[in-house]
């Protein structure tokens, strides 16, 4: 859920564990294609977790397909299968090991997306939400789905779920910025270094609607107010626009001190 405050990621005898086992994985795994992971475990991790027989063919089972479905998403994850080993003892080699310390965060990526659940987990890079829209994923009791034709209640559940996730979807191409969103009603897009050419205008579009068009200009304001809440000195924020539902947006101005 906060992939973007990570430079790489080492997993040992573990792996994605959602609600449903593999049944969020399409929604949730995008999260993480700007960082690095590494995944390494025992080729005979297959029971469950109090040695019963796993339905999902255990550590081992999960990991397999989690490489299979991170290989169709082109996500940036090297996995590694240890053959004669079980859920113990598991042991990344020094090359995975230096890989994984050598790694830096991209600042910032030219994709951002983000699937969440709560309003607080909609941040990611330069793209931040503010107010939620539409229903919500509260806990399993609250609510209740009635299973289409040849739909078991476990899947009709997971389909209401991937319906009340949030999302935030960010592009850019040169000069242009495009956010798409879903159950966000506002939300603010952070201006960095690197995102594109100050002395050219910039286009920004929220769901293919055009919010701004003109130049932008880095303010110190900005920047330190942003630096003193988040200490992310790699990526330093110098302006930001304030998408409110409205035809064009509004820079951020900080509160004062």
Same mark, same amino acid.
């Given at each position: 859920?906060?992939?973007?405050?990570?430079?790489?990621?080492?997993?040992?005898?573990?792996?994605?564990?959602?609600?449903?086992?593999?049944?969020?994985?399409?929604?949730?795994?995008?999260?993480?294609?700007?960082?690095?992971?590494?995944?390494?475990?025992?080729?005979?991790?297959?029971?469950?977790?109090?040695?019963?027989?796993?339905?999902?063919?255990?550590?081992?089972?999960?990991?397999?397909?989690?490489?299979?479905?991170?290989?169709?998403?082109?996500?940036?994850?090297?996995? /590694?299968?240890?053959?004669? &080993?079980?859920? !113990?003892?598991?042991? *990344? %080699?020094?090359? #995975?090991?230096?890989?994984?310390? =050598?790694?830096?965060?991209?600042?910032?990526?030219?994709?951002?997306?983000?699937?969440?659940?709560?309003?607080?987990?909609?941040?990611?890079?330069?793209?931040?939400?503010?107010?939620?829209?539409?229903?919500?994923?509260?806990?399993?009791?609250?609510?209740?789905?009635?299973?289409?034709?040849?739909?078991?209640?476990?899947?009709?559940?997971?389909?209401?779920?991937?319906?009340?996730?949030?999302?935030?979807?960010?592009?850019?191409?040169?000069?242009?910025?495009?956010?798409?969103?879903?159950?966000?009603?506002?939300?603010?897009?952070?201006?960095?270094?690197?995102?594109?050419?100050?002395?050219?205008?910039?286009?920004?579009? /929220?769901?293919?609607?055009? &919010?701004?068009? !003109?130049?932008?200009? *880095? %303010?110190?304001? #900005?920047?330190?107010?942003?630096? =003193?809440?988040?200490?992310?000195?790699?990526?330093?924020?110098?302006?930001?626009?304030?998408?409110?539902?409205?035809?064009?947006?509004?820079?951020?101005?900080?509160?004062?001190?």
């Amino acid at each position: 859920m906060h992939a973007d405050e990570f430079a790489s990621g080492l997993a040992l005898a573990g792996t994605f564990n959602m609600l449903g086992a593999d049944a969020l994985w399409e929604e949730f795994l995008p999260n993480v294609r700007g960082l690095p992971l590494w995944t390494v475990w025992g080729a005979d991790d297959t029971v469950g977790d109090a040695g019963e027989n796993s339905p999902q063919g255990g550590i081992a089972g999960l990991n397999r397909k989690l490489r299979a479905a991170c290989e169709k998403l082109a996500l940036p994850c090297v996995f /590694v299968e240890l053959p004669g &080993v079980g859920h !113990g003892g598991v042991v *990344p %080699s020094a090359e #995975v090991v230096r890989a994984w310390l =050598a790694a830096r965060r991209v600042a910032p990526p030219a994709e951002s997306q983000r699937s969440f659940r709560w309003l607080y987990q909609a941040r990611t890079d330069w793209l931040e939400g503010a107010a939620w829209a539409g229903p919500a994923w509260e806990d399993q009791q609250r609510f209740t789905v009635e299973p289409r034709p040849r739909e078991t209640a476990q899947d009709a559940f997971h389909r209401e779920l991937r319906a009340r996730l949030g999302k935030l979807t960010g592009r850019i191409h040169g000069q242009t910025i495009e956010v798409r969103r879903e159950h966000i009603s506002e939300l603010t897009i952070w201006l960095c270094d690197g995102m594109f050419d100050w002395s050219q205008p910039l286009a920004i579009k /929220v769901s293919g609607r055009e &919010v701004f068009s !003109g130049n932008a200009a *880095p %303010s110190l304001a #900005v920047c330190l107010d942003q630096a =003193a809440k988040s200490y992310d000195f790699e990526r330093l924020r110098w302006a930001g626009l304030q998408f409110h539902g409205r035809k064009k947006a509004t820079w951020y101005a900080p509160p004062p001190r």
